[in-house]
Structure formats: C-alpha cells, structure tokens
C-alpha cells in the first residue's frame, strides 16, 4: 500500500466469512475510538462489510486462504479504508447501478448499490504490481454539511 | 450466530443473535426452511440482538418471505436495530416486511 499518515492502520486477514466479521469489528473499534458514532459509524461499517463481502465472494473465489490486506485512515472528518488483494481479477463495482425494486423482491443485487449509497467515493485500482485496491472515503454527516 | 427457535400460540419465533451476514444467512435459512416444511407457516424474526445485518442477510430474508407467501403463510420481522435498519430503508424493503417494535407487538396483533 502506497499511502502514508497520521491515524493509519494496517489489518491482514484470510478470505472468509469469520476473518471478514473480524475485520469489521476491528474497523468498528477504531472508528468508533476515533469519535465517528451513530448513522456514520453504521454507514461506514456496513460499506466496508459489503465490500469486503465481495472480495471474499468474487475476487478470491471462495478460496478461503487468500490474504487480504485493509488500511485504515481516521480523520475527525473522514474515514478512508483500502481493501487489497492478490487475485488474479479484482472486485470493481459498477460505477452506475440500479438498485432492484423493492416490490420485485429480488434475492441479490443489494450490495453495490448500498456500497455508493454508504460512502461518498469508491474507486477501484489494478495496481502495477499485479494487485487489486478498493478505495473507500467515508466523510462525517458534519462535514458534509460544512461543505455544502 | 446463535439461534434460538421458540414455537407457541401458533407462532414460530426465530430470535437471532449476532450478526446476520453471508457466514451466518445459510444456516438461518436451512433451519427455517426444515420448519417450513415440516408444516408450519407463521413466522416471526426477532432481529433484537442483530446489530449488523448486510445484503446477504438481506437477500435471505427476502428469499424465505418468499417461500412463506408461495406456501401462503406469513414472515414479520421484530425489533429491528437502528444500524440493521438502514439497510431495509435504503433498499425500502421496509415497505415490504411487516415490522413490529417487539416481539409481543407482533404476537397481539
């Protein structure tokens, strides 16, 4: 991982189900020690679980060995995770995406759709170095509306 | 997830606790799915103690809401968490699944 600063902190986990709510509960501790409670904490921690649900299920491919590297970056007025993995073909979601009808009851298709409606960017990179990063940027309900 | 089953005055109460995500849905979904077929058809999900519940969570719920109506029984959801229920806001599947504040609420209704 490329990016350096205050508040930074580094977790490696194996791609399944149990490392994935590890992950989550660790990513809850800190933003929550950093002051982020309420709606943003549950915002935050539920983008991060989705998307990292998604690279357990698609880019390691059920595999449950596969290494997985999360950064985390806590700022008073923003949170900034880095999921990083190995596989061969990375989790990028969909820029656009329509969410399925709620009156379709559908069985799948939530999680992109919740992921951009969670956090304010998502960006995902193929690294030079043969590695996938997904890019989330949560910033604070209140910072939000000091920007507006 | 820990699951207990309480079945009584004609209702198949499933209190969950942990969380509901794609390690724990399957297993909630098999054990609902041997009742249902057993021949029971009202049920309730008591979410009291799932304070996370993602997409995965979700899509099974919405899967056994599903088979319960097709059988034509009844699934209602009770005491859903404020975080839990951000995602049935954001998908507005909360105007698809009755739900009660509590358990009891469900029952007398």
Redesign the interface.
Known sequence: MTSNGPGLKSLRIQS???E??RA?HWVKQHITAAGFSG?DR??C??AF??AL?NV??HACDGRPDEPIDIELQVRPDQVRIVIRDGAPRGFNPPREIK?????D????G??V??IQ??VDEVRYLRTGDGFNELHLLKRSGLSRREAS | MNIEIETKDGWTVFHLDG?L????SAEMQSRFMKLLESGQNSFLVNLEKVN?L???G??AL??L??EVRTRGGSLALCAVQ??AM??FQ????D??FTIYPDAASAKAA
């Open positions: 399944d189900h149990e994935a709510r989550r709606e549950a915002e921690v539920l679980g989705e649900s357990v299920r969410a399925p009808a709620a009156e009851l559908a069985e799948g939530y999680g759709h919740l409606q969670l | 969380d995500d794609s390690g724990s996370y993602d997409s995965s979700l899509a919405v899967k809401y599903k404020r975080d951000k995602i954001l998908t507005r599947l105007k698809i």
